[in-house]
């Protein structure tokens, strides 16, 4: 299941790779970052106003693009499986949740540019065991929403061969109950499936986070070396070249361990 899934594939060949640009690096501080200035202890009533609005946009756009990935997820697998009329249904649902994340995404950009101060709604700090912690809770998540749909599929084809066996004559109460019973599991199947693909999505969004950070980390520490680099005398290349060396040493890396990551 795994080998079929490149989104744990590729994230566990990153992560491992980026472990391994860390390890390389000397333990040296990095320079100070500046950030966006923050607005002051008082905020007026219409700055209160509009940062109200700014994080509403901001939960409504995520949760309807959570939505919208979930649901991608659900028709691709539902697809896999035969059951094209659940995949349709979802791949609708999907579109109309991807198209109401852009109406609230445009109303965040409006939003922002009236607030001078910097929001942080998700405080990542690039700690790569959360990175891994996130990523193994997403084959976890992924793995039971596909046995969720994949009892979908199996109690819909035994519903399909109740309804058979009853096309030409009237059921016993048995039989109706047998029926009813059948078609509560394959809902409660379905909304397992929904619950397990959100958490999916979920799971993933917090690993790319983390690795987001870790790499604007690796980019810091990077830059804050180079000055002492040209200080010791350590290094005799320019510090553009130098960089530029470590991020091909970086690629190289990574497709190897890629390879190795398939082979295994």
């Known amino acids: 299941m795994d080998r079929n899934d ?17 390890e390389g690096l000397n333990n040296i501080p990095p320079q100070e970052i500046s950030v966006a200035p923050r607005r002051d202890s008082t905020p007026s009533r219409e700055e209160r106003l509009v940062e109200k609005c700014r994080d509403r946009a901001f939960d409504e756009h995520q949760e309807h693009q959570k939505r919208s990935e979930s649901f991608h997820l659900l ?3 539902y697809r896999e499986l035969g059951m094209s009329n659940l995949a349709v249904t979802y791949g ?20 922002e540019k009236k607030m001078p101060w910097e929001v942080s709604p998700f405080e990542a700090k690039g700690d790569l065991n959360h990175a891994e912690q996130y990523l193994e809770s997403y084959r976890g998540d992924r793995n039971a929403f596909e046995e969720h749909t994949l009892q979908v599929s199996k109690i819909e084809e035994t519903i399909k061969t109740l309804q058979t ?15 009813t019973e059948t ?28 690795m ?20 010791t005398g350590t290094d005799d290349r320019s510090p ?15 497709q190897t361990l890629k390879v190795l990551d398939h082979e295994l």
């Open 240 to 254: 553009n070249q130098n960089r530029t060396n470590k991020l091909a040493v970086g690629v190289a890396v990574y």
């Open 6 to 22: 490149p989104l744990y594939s590729d994230g566990v060949v990153k992560l491992r790779t980026l472990k391994t640009l860390f």
């Open 165 to 179: 066996q009853l096309a030409d004559r009237p059921p016993t109460h048995a039989e109706k109950e047998q029926l």
């Open 92 to 111: 609708d649902q999907a579109r109309l949740e991807g198209a109401t994340a852009r109406g609230f995404q445009s109303v965040l950009t409006v939003y």
């Open 75 to 77: 028709s691709d697998r």
């Open 212 to 231: 987001q950070a870790a790499e604007r980390n690796y980019d810091a520490l990077t830059r804050s070396q180079e000055p002492e680099l040209e200080k």
């Open 183 to 210: 078609i509560h599991q394959r809902e409660r199947a379905i909304r397992n499936a929904e619950y397990e693909a959100s958490n999916a999505v979920l799971a993933y969004r917090g690993y790319q986070r983390e």
